[in-house]
């Protein structure tokens, strides 16, 4: 099973792997593009998340002034920028199955970072793909994303959450951005806090501050004072939001449960031959051109 869900991480990271859609389970398919993005650009984002025959109505655009006001507290704007590029196909799901994140060209928020937020933000089921046609750090494609399940459900997202939400994508981004801490523990170590939180419902600021230190110490993960009072201050947000945070938890279980089934699955056995087949010949090559010198 490890063996598994190491070759589908690095799957994942290397852009190689694009989880299949359960149409059975699909209720809604909906892509959103930066509003930046060139009609070219568009195009080559439409054909690549195949796409291109959606309706109009299936596709939303999202304005850099959006993306500036869910992050702007938490990003410096010229991380921000003054351009929306990133883009996403979002396949709303009706069985609660979790939530798949994969990317391409996004350097700095991982799969697993828009799956977390968006769990907490009360998404339950869908399968997204994130992408831009060059690197982009991917922080603004959140916003998209929930733009587009507010559109597909029909259901309006509390602003506070939205913000809350992207803060925590970007300080799990910060987190890893540690050379001691790997985007894997950083995932794990909000998540955890999460779950004990649930448990152990801390009532107070010192209560929530000392949860938080004594997880660290059981990861291992060593916390600046700086690091700690951010996370202090976004869990204290969260919980003033009224978070089912049984809910989220579950959520987070079954995307962990999907990824798993499809790693054991017989198309994710088949991706992970080809990588293996990929790497032989690369292998072979070298060797090759090794011989060819002597």
Do not use: C
């Amino acid at each position: 099973m490890k063996g598994s869900m190491l070759l589908l991480a690095l799957l994942i990271t290397f852009g190689s792997f694009k989880p299949v859609v359960f149409a059975d389970a699909v209720t809604d398919v909906i892509v959103t593009l930066g509003e930046d993005l060139s009609a070219d650009q568009q195009q080559a984002m439409l054909a690549e998340m195949d796409a291109t025959d959606l309706a109009d109505e299936q596709i939303i655009y999202v304005s850099n002034s959006e993306e500036h006001n869910y992050l702007g507290d938490v990003v410096p704007s010229e991380q921000i920028g003054t351009r929306a590029i990133s883009s996403a196909k979002i396949s709303m799901r009706d069985d609660n199955s979790g939530i798949m994140v994969t990317t391409e060209n996004i350097t700095y928020i991982t799969g697993k970072m828009y799956s977390n937020a968006l769990a907490t933000a009360g998404v339950t089921g869908a399968e997204i793909y994130v992408t831009a046609p060059f690197d982009v750090s991917g922080t603004g494609a959140l916003t998209g994303i929930l733009k587009a399940y507010e559109q597909s459900t029909g259901e309006a997202i509390n602003e506070d959450l939205k913000k809350a939400a992207n803060e925590e994508m970007v300080v799990t981004a910060e987190l890893a951005g540690d050379e001691d801490i790997s985007d894997d523990e950083a995932v794990d170590f909000i998540n955890q806090i999460k779950e004990a939180i649930e448990e152990e419902n801390p009532e107070t600021t010192e209560e929530l501050r000392a949860l938080i230190s004594r997880l660290a110490e059981e990861m291992g993960i060593t916390l600046s004072d700086g690091q700690l009072e951010q996370l202090v201050d976004l869990f204290n947000k969260l919980k003033g939001l009224n978070i089912d945070w049984d809910k989220v938890n579950n959520t987070l279980n079954d995307t962990r449960d999907w990824i798993s089934d499809f790693a054991e699955s017989e198309e994710g056995q088949g991706i992970v031959q080809a990588v293996k087949d990929f790497f032989r010949a690369i292998w072979d090559w070298f060797l090759s051109v090794f011989q060819s010198e002597e």
